[in-house]
């Protein structure tokens, strides 16, 4: 304290000095001066700055959205056995849906009892934008799920790629690893799609910083969200994932929205504006060309 007492008397009291106000406004002025008379080639300078930052922003997200892509492919190519043999896109048989026959508007036709429409996979898509893949298991949902992520992650679009799904990002969800998530996970409060994006990212085996350009197609409407797994739930489970299906596609509309569910317990999904669509029974024709294609 004695040695801290001492500096303070030791030190001289401070004075205005007008000289050093004035050559410190006479700079300030020149300063202001420079940036007045420069102001338009500042403004141009600092335009090329933020547009080169924006460039190199989308170079970045191009090239971790390639990088996705990259591993949607390799993931979808590796789901059928014996992968080494064939990919999945070389032995994929279109399928065909049953779509629910259209509501009567008279007695006449409750009577006719309409049969369900059967259309090819192409048909279906694009019709609306929350559909339910039904079937049993075994009978290819996963599969039909694959095929569509990998038909839209090939940058190359083929000309069997559907209409409906061209220029669209891929994202396959497995709804059982959602409902995995911890207590802690919940009380964090994150947003649903960066739950989404989380599940899509770990399913193909990406990283955390794939999530920019996913999160950007989604908002943005260019995503296909093909949810699997539906029929694995249990009750409280589902009733969690059909809130936050229902949230979701409500606040993203313009995205495509698939899931997969089994023949049976699925109401919650209709109630939330999907369209249910059951898969079709093999036929010859089919069956035929799944050889020819293994034979080749």
Known sequence: LSFAQGLLDASPPWRFDP??????????????????AFRDALSRAWEAILASLRRLWRYLLAGAEESYREQVVTWARSLIIPAHAASLDAVFIEPELHAPPPVPRSISEVEARAEPLTLPLHRILGGHSRLI???APGTGRTTLLAYLALACARVEESESTPYAIQGRLPLYVPLPMLAR?????EKKKDDGIAKLIGAAVAAVGG???LAAPLRKCLESGKAIVLADGWDELSQAQRQQAIAWLAELSNALPDNLWLVAAGLRDYAPLTEAGFVPLTLAEWHTRQAEALAQRWLE
Do not use: W
Not at 19 to 34: E, P, Q, R, T
Not at 181 to 185: F, L, Q, R, S, V
């Open 19 to 36: 000289l050093s106000a004035l050559i410190g406004a006479a700079v300030a002025l020149l300063l202001i001066g420079l940036l007045y």
């Open 181 to 185: 998530d911890t207590p802690e996970a």
């Open 133 to 135: 893949v039904l079937g």
């Open 207 to 209: 990283g955390s910083g």
